[in-house]
């Protein structure tokens, strides 16, 4: 069974920096596209960043310059950089990943972290 699990969230005052941090675990045979979302009270769900298996990156406009995603291959790892922080980046963070397992049968599937809040203060 393969899981997400986030961490990095908290509160912030705006201004500040945090890094949330997402490991993958279990029977993974390889990793695709990995990508950190947010879901602020009242709104849909809108993708952050994402970044490929070969570190490719995009960004929504609302966090270029101040957000950054990067992975860790060995750790099945991502992470979000997060400087310059805004009130209006308050929002449940969600990780996810398009894994491929290490099953007899393999499968490809997307997954979703637990979520942890970012909140940031005026």
Not at 28 to 36: K, Q, S, V, Y
Not at 74 to 97: F, G, H, I, W
Not at 104 to 113: R, T
């Given at each position: 069974?393969v899981?997400?699990?986030?961490?990095?969230?908290?509160?912030?005052?705006?201004?500040?920096?945090?890094?949330?941090?997402?490991?993958?675990?279990?029977?993974?045979?390889r990793?695709n596209?990995?990508?950190?979302?947010?879901?602020?009270?009242?709104?849909?769900?809108?993708?952050?960043?994402?970044?490929?298996s070969?570190?490719?990156?995009n960004?929504a406009?609302s966090?270029?310059?101040?957000?950054?995603?990067?992975?860790?291959?060995?750790?099945?790892?991502?992470y979000?950089?997060?400087?310059?922080?805004?009130?209006?980046?308050?929002?449940?963070?969600?990780?996810?990943a398009?894994?491929?397992?290490?099953?007899?049968?393999?499968?490809?599937?997307?997954?979703?972290?637990q979520?942890?809040?970012?909140?940031?203060?005026?």
């Amino acid at each position: 069974q393969v899981r997400l699990v986030e961490s990095g969230g908290g509160l912030v005052q705006a201004g500040g920096s945090l890094r949330l941090s997402c490991a993958a675990s279990g029977s993974i045979f390889r990793i695709n596209a990995m990508g950190w979302y947010r879901q602020a009270p009242g709104k849909q769900r809108e993708l952050v960043a994402a970044i490929t298996s070969g570190s490719s990156t995009n960004y929504a406009d609302s966090v270029k310059g101040r957000f950054t995603i990067s992975r860790d291959n060995v750790r099945n790892t991502v992470y979000l950089q997060m400087t310059s922080l805004k009130p209006e980046d308050t929002a449940v963070y969600y990780c996810n990943a398009d894994i491929i397992s290490g099953t007899v049968v393999p499968y490809d599937e997307h997954y979703w972290g637990q979520g942890t809040q970012v909140t940031v203060s005026s």
